[in-house]
């Protein structure tokens, strides 16, 4: 009698206690599958080949697919009636996005710009450049200037304004004599100003018709941009779309296999829009996050679908029903899936740690179309499989492209497999190839040089912009080249002495055009031209301008920036102005720098560790994540800063990076090129717990994702890609940068670093110093290779 038949007979009796019976039940079953005499009593199927593959974590991933499956009619209705809701919320929405946060939160410039708010001479939000046919000091313009200030300051949402009408400075009125400015503060937030600004200046036009009025200023600029970014937003997915859909049709060679990818793509866009439509109303988010959302998440939920799809379909085509395919492909592919989803979340978690209001703007978003593009994969996917039924099983072998008829077997791709061949023949020499293109794309990060966003983000005939590049023009010192020194506590009759002598130091700087105090006009370290009016008794504290010489960005000013702060004052000083804001951002991203890397590969690397069970791959892949960071930006430097591929930044002088733009390819780079390893990796550990051949897992996981890989890869560079079809260059850069990496990750790190790299570790690449059960087929002596 059989050891089953015996436990079975003991747990029968009825004087047993239930201890010893389960006891009983235990042994029985152990014996049962590891003594060397156990017969089972009746044949069982065997299970399938990769059975041990499936992680005990990931049980509820297939359980979830199987539960959609089964409900397909509640899950797709449930979510039709969602996305419409998202859809009414994100078209609601339109007026509320926010252009702002270039600069850092908390620094002295910001509170700077607090202090010389009080005395009416802050960074202006709106410039308005004033044209006469005849001089501005005529009687007619005079009275037309005055009047049109005036109407300015009584406006809801300004703060202040002041023109050369009613101040009679000389730095307001254009050389030519027949121009003059008017600078207007508004109040709120920068989304307020934006508004503010979006009625006050048509008003100010028809209240002036005999001026030529033309706008500039960054709430004009945000207004520009805003305006700009949604027009964008529909060529770009008119582009999107079909190509994506292309892409799609080559890579399944099936129509309903098609159309899953895309409806989970546009359900994750369209979702993540419409509750940060919602957040509008919360917190300021940026225009930008719209694109971003419906690029990364069309292109992420895509790749997710595409790898989780093509899974299912290989287990149909090894027998299974399509309830189990689609569980047993969730719960191994799914798996992969939801551990990307958490490493890109986290990465762009960790943008958090800058205090850029834009970048946590953009973080936020990331993060909303992160959790779509996984949700959606889980319960959207199943239920579309469920719905096309047997459409998505595949295609016969006679409408295959001829160089596909004799691999009919899904995901495989011959040429990768020649690929992963020939790499881990020479995997020395590949590696120290690859590595050394990555490197020399990494180099020009050195060159780097941050910038803050002004109105050369826009289209080149751009009001904003061609209204900037007027006053750079006609006036000898345009606004954005003040520095404004706030003294708080000195009065300029009392102390009338130490001011001149102060003043007299500032106009000696180097990069110092002019300095302007209550006392006159300073220049070349004397005073060049006397000013005579009565000190006002209301306030306390005077001001003293500081005009540069050179563009905001230059590295003139930068200089001046620092030799003002530290020039002695007399009194307690504070500096404002566009180039000392660039300079504390500066400051504060690089502070923030350190905590940002350590908090992004801590995460990213026990992430990788939790999932590879593998300290070398984890290792690994945080390396070569970090390498794709310095490609990424690299190429950015190299192509938008030296080579100014986009033109010359305002101003003229040497190319600049808008400064959140490498900090965001930086994080998206990262987690890109890890969503990839991820899922390769994956496929490489399941040969590898199979057959226990180093060679042999290098070559099955390249050679099951590489046309996948490149199928996805040009997803998210079509998706990405298309931002380059924007007039906004914020979004061109982006777009062209993330594109070109996502293909290199595809090719070069993928195709060739990887394998080459895992080839030179061998066995050492699945030790891990934690103690974990293996399954029965991993404890098998290994035949032939060894590692």
């Known amino acids: 009698m059989s050891d089953k038949v015996t436990a079975t007979t003991v747990s ?41 593959v499936v992680e005990r974590g990931a049980v509820w991933l297939g359980a979830v697919a199987r539960w959609s499956f089964r409900h397909c009619r509640f899950v797709l209705g449930s979510a ?52 006469s046919g005849r001089s501005v000091d005529s009687p007619e313009a005079a009275e ?28 307001l009125r254009a050389a030519h004599g027949r121009g003059a400015l008017l600078r207007i503060d508004l109040e709120g937030r920068e989304s307020e100003a934006a508004r503010t600004a979006r009625t006050l200046v048509p008003a100010l036009r028809a209240a002036a018709p005999e001026l030529r009025l033309s706008a500039s200023g960054p709430a004009w600029v945000n207004v520009t941009a805003t305006d700009q970014a949604e027009r964008d937003l529909l060529h770009s997915e008119l582009f999107n779309l079909p190509v994506t859909f292309i892409v799609l049709v080559l890579a399944f060679g099936s129509l309903g296999a098609t159309l899953v990818p895309l409806v989970i793509g546009a359900s994750a866009a369209s979702g993540a829009v419409g509750l940060l439509a919602v957040a509008t109303r919360l917190t300021p988010v940026s225009v930008f996050a719209v694109n971003l959302s419906c690029a990364l998440g069309f292109g992420l939920a895509v790749d997710y679908a595409l790898f989780t799809l093509a899974r299912y379909r290989e287990e149909r085509a090894r027998g299974l029903g399509a309830e189990e395919a689609v569980g047993r492909a969730m719960s191994t592919t799914g798996r992969a899936m939801a551990f990307c989803a958490l490493t890109m979340a986290w990465c762009m978690a960790a943008l958090l740690v800058f205090p850029l209001g834009l970048i946590r703007s953009l973080a936020v978003a990331s993060l909303v179309v992160v959790a779509f593009c996984a949700v959606g994969t889980l319960f959207l996917l199943p239920a579309l499989v469920a719905a096309l039924g047997g459409r998505l099983d595949g295609v016969k072998a006679s409408r295959l492209p001829p160089w596909r008829r004799r691999h009919t077997e899904p995901s495989v791709s011959p040429a990768w497999r020649r690929v992963a061949l020939t790499v881990t023949k020479r995997p020395l020499a590949w590696a120290v190839a690859g590595a050394a293109l990555l490197l020399g794309l990494a180099v020009p990060v050195t060159g780097l040089r ?49 001011l001149d002598t102060y003043a007299r130091r500032l106009a000696a700087l180097p990069g110092t055009a002019l300095v302007s105090t209550t006392a006159g006009d300073y220049a070349d370290g004397r005073l060049a031209e006397a000013r005579h009016t009565e000190a006002t008794p209301r306030r306390r504290g005077t001001l003293v301008v500081v005009f540069a010489a050179g563009s905001v960005q230059s590295r003139s000013t930068a200089a001046l920036v620092d030799a003002v702060r530290g020039t002695p004052a007399p009194g307690p000083a504070q500096v404002a102005g566009t180039a000392v804001h660039l300079a504390d951002t500066r400051q504060a991203v690089t502070a923030a720098l350190p905590r940002w890397s350590a908090l992004m590969l801590s995460g990213v690397f026990i992430m990788l560790l939790t999932f590879t069970r593998s300290l070398l791959v984890a290792l690994k892949a945080a390396v070569l994540g970090t390498l794709a960071i310095g490609a990424a930006i690299g190429l950015m430097v190299l192509l938008f800063q030296r080579w100014q591929i986009l033109g010359p930044p305002a101003g003229g002088g040497e190319g600049v990076l808008e400064i959140t733009m490498p900090l965001l390819a930086a994080a998206l780079a990262f987690g890109l090129c890890v969503d990839y390893e991820v899922f390769l990796v994956s496929r490489m550990a399941e040969e590898w717990r199979r057959t226990r051949r180093n060679t042999a897992s290098i070559v099955f996981g390249v050679e099951h994702t590489g046309r996948l890989f490149t ?13 380059m079809l924007s007039q906004v260059s914020l979004l061109v850069v982006l777009g062209a940068t993330m594109a070109a990496i996502v293909v290199l990750d595809a090719t070069v790190v993928r195709g060739v670093l990887v394998p080459a790299v895992m080839q030179l570790a061998g066995g050492a690449n699945w030790w891990s110093p934690a103690l974990r059960r293996r399954p029965a087929a991993a404890r098998r002596p290994a035949e032939g290779e060894t590692g």
């Open 12 to 52: 029968a009796s009825g004087g047993t206690p239930p201890a010893r019976r389960l006891t009983a039940r235990l042994g029985a079953r152990l014996r049962a599958s590891f003594g060397p005499a156990a017969r089972p009593t009746r044949p069982s199927p065997a299970p399938p080949a990769d059975e041990d």
């Open 80 to 131: 039709a009636c969602l996305l419409t809701l998202f859809a009414v919320l994100g078209l609601s929405g339109g007026d509320q996005w926010s252009n702002g946060g270039y600069s850092a939160d908390g620094t002295a410039a910001q509170r700077a710009e607090g202090a010389a708010g009080q005395f009416g001479a802050g960074t202006p939000d709106l410039v308005l450049y004033a044209r």
């Open 144 to 171: 037309q200037g005055r009047r049109l200030t005036e109407l300015a300051a009584r406006s809801p949402g300004v703060a202040s304004a002041l023109s050369y009408w009613t101040t009679g400075l000389e730095q």
């Open 450 to 498: 941050p910038a803050l966003m002004d109105e050369s983000i826009l289209p080149a005939r751009a009001e904003a912009r061609t209204t900037a590049a007027a006053v750079r023009t006609d006036f000898p010192h345009p606004p954005d080249r003040q520095l404004t020194v706030v003294l708080p506590r000195t009065d300029p009759v009392a102390r009338a002495a130490e």
């Open 711 to 723: 199928a996805a890869a040009l997803v998210v560079a079509v998706s990405m890609g298309a931002l």
